[in-house]
């Protein structure tokens, strides 16, 4: 029996300790917010992806009557980026989410599936995606998937 350890490194920054680059696209992921569709459980999400060439994509959490046919903010994101910027690799998404009650004070972990998606474009563009996850009280950032998801099934596992 052998143990094996996975450590993650992320960083915790204050708003005003972002590069002004990064305050534009947590700014875009905060706005986006408010245009987000979530009647049934009123948790508004925005997402913003900063591309290779500096281009700005948001997208927001849109829900459905049927509830699984909805999707997250990350992935209406990122598949917005992927089919309107196919050859532009995703350098950093920013990711915000308000309740009723307004910003979290503490990052939302984004969920599994989102991971996972995360995971496909960091791959396709062979480029690790930093991503910032805004809080009141702290900004995570981390600088891959990997510290999302580690132990992770991509195309390589298949071999
Ligand atoms: N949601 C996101 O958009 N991103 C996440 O990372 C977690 C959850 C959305 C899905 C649904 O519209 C609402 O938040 C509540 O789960």
Same mark, same amino acid.
């Given at each position: 029996? /052998?143990?094996?350890?996975?450590?993650?490194?992320?960083?915790?920054?204050?708003?005003?300790?972002?590069?002004?680059?990064?305050?534009?696209?947590?700014? $875009?992921? =905060?706005? !986006?917010?408010?245009?987000?569709?979530?009647?049934?459980?009123? +948790?508004?999400?925005?997402?913003? $992806?900063?591309?290779?060439?500096? &281009?700005?994509? &948001?997208?927001?959490?849109?829900?459905?009557?049927?509830?699984?046919?909805?999707?997250? $903010?990350?992935?209406? &994101?990122? +598949?917005? !980026?992927?089919?309107?910027?196919?050859?532009?690799?995703?350098? &950093?998404?920013?990711? !915000? !989410? =308000?309740?009723?009650?307004?910003?979290?004070?503490?990052?939302?972990?984004?969920?599994g599936?989102?991971r996972q998606v995360m995971l496909e474009t960091e791959k396709r563009f062979k480029?690790p995606m930093?991503?910032?996850?805004?809080?009141? /009280?702290?900004?995570?950032?981390? /600088?891959g998937v990997g510290?999302l998801l580690p132990l992770s099934f991509d195309a390589d596992s298949m071999k």
């Amino acid at each position: 029996m /052998k143990d094996l350890t996975l450590r993650i490194d992320l960083k915790i920054y204050e708003y005003s300790e972002l590069s002004d680059a990064d305050r534009k696209l947590m700014d $875009a992921a =905060r706005e !986006a917010t408010n245009r987000s569709y979530a009647p049934y459980s009123h +948790f508004s999400v925005g997402a913003a $992806a900063r591309l290779a060439d500096g &281009t700005i994509v &948001t997208g927001t959490n849109q829900e459905n009557a049927a509830y699984p046919s909805g999707l997250c $903010a990350e992935r209406t &994101t990122l +598949f917005y !980026a992927n089919s309107q910027y196919p050859n532009q690799a995703v350098e &950093t998404l920013a990711i !915000a !989410a =308000r309740n009723e009650r307004g910003f979290l004070d503490d990052p939302i972990p984004p969920c599994g599936a989102c991971r996972q998606v995360m995971l496909e474009t960091e791959k396709r563009f062979k480029h690790p995606m930093r991503i910032l996850l805004y809080g009141e /009280k702290g900004i995570y950032e981390v /600088k891959g998937v990997g510290a999302l998801l580690p132990l992770s099934f991509d195309a390589d596992s298949m071999k």
